[in-house]
């Protein structure tokens, strides 16, 4: 199933080329200062089953015609795994990993969906794209075994880990307003099938910089859900984005960047400037 956040916090499911709107199945949207209708949708998946109405003229409307957002647009957290591809240690040069690092977070306002653009925010700096996959959190998860952990992920989807260079934290040059795309949907697991075996690609105006599959992380997915519940516990709705490969490499604006995940499907966002001025940081050189 393939599920979306679209027109400003509907959800729904795509059927073949239309969406199927699932208001009525959480509530209505109606609902100031509470959950998204998909944390909402989420908190309730192991229950709708059949219930799921059937795509018709009348409760559906062609994919072409809305605008798609973060598939979970209000995350708790977005939590991250640095350094979890061999390959991407050796590019960075670097003798640590994920097994050193731990994992970092993001901040929730830096989500933007399929089709909106990252925005550069500073002329002196370098900004690179990092796609990876990202898994979603359906049931409260606090202190899974590794065996257990995935019964917690209710699905997936394709992220991008927009980071700035330098020498600040990274939850720092990593959190800007736009620096993480999430999309273009939400898989469920049962459609997704092993989270280990996802073919990754990555381009960027046209070039092709990333290429991998999900088989050569570091920590795979359930180790890492294991490992981030015995720190932090785990929401309904949370992201873990799981790392990229070798091939990052720095933005400008006017591009268009691409990342498909097989079995998930493609997140395209746009690049711009926006006037940017210089970082009032000092680490620009680092």
């Known amino acids: 199933m393939r599920l979306l956040s ?24 109606h609902r100031p200062g509470g959950l998204s209708a998909m944390r909402r949708l989420l908190g309730q998946w192991a229950g709708p089953g059949n219930a799921l109405p059937p795509a018709s003229e009348a409760n559906s409307v062609p994919l072409s015609s809305v605008r798609l957002g973060p598939p979970v647009p209000d995350p708790t957290k977005i939590v991250a795994a640095p350094v979890n591809y061999r390959d991407h240690k050796s590019e960075m040069s670097v003798t640590v990993d994920i097994s ?23 002329s002196d700096r370098r900004f690179d794209q990092e796609g990876e996959l990202a898994a979603v959190i359906g049931r409260r998860a606090r202190n899974v075994a590794p065996e257990r952990a995935l019964d917690h992920v209710v699905g997936y989807t394709g992220l991008l880990d927009i980071t700035m260079r ?11 307003d736009t620096f993480t795309p999430l999309g273009p949907w939400l898989v469920t697991s049962d459609e997704t099938g092993p989270p280990d075996d996802i073919d990754l690609d990555c381009t960027v105006g046209g070039e092709h910089r990333q290429s991998s599959n999900t088989k050569n992380l570091i920590w ?43 079995r998930i499907g493609t997140l395209t966002v746009g690049v711009t400037a926006d006037n940017p001025g210089p970082s009032p940081t000092g680490t620009r050189n680092r």
Request: glycine fraction near 14%.
């Open 220 to 262: 795979g997915v359930a180790r890492l859900v294991a490992y981030v519940s015995s720190v932090m516990t785990l929401e309904v709705g949370d992201i873990i984005a799981t790392g990229t490969p070798a091939g990052v490499g720095p933005l400008a604006a006017g591009q268009e960047v691409s990342l498909t995940l097989s």
């Open 6 to 29: 679209y027109d400003d916090g509907r959800v729904g499911y795509l059927a073949d080329d239309r969406v199927v709107d699932l208001g009525d199945l959480v509530g209505g949207y």
């Open 166 to 176: 330098g020498g600040e934290d990274r939850s720092t040059r990593k959190s800007f």
């Open 100 to 122: 050193d690092l731990a994992v970092f977070l993001k901040a929730p306002s830096s989500l933007i969906g399929h089709g909106d653009a990252i925005r550069l925010p500073y």
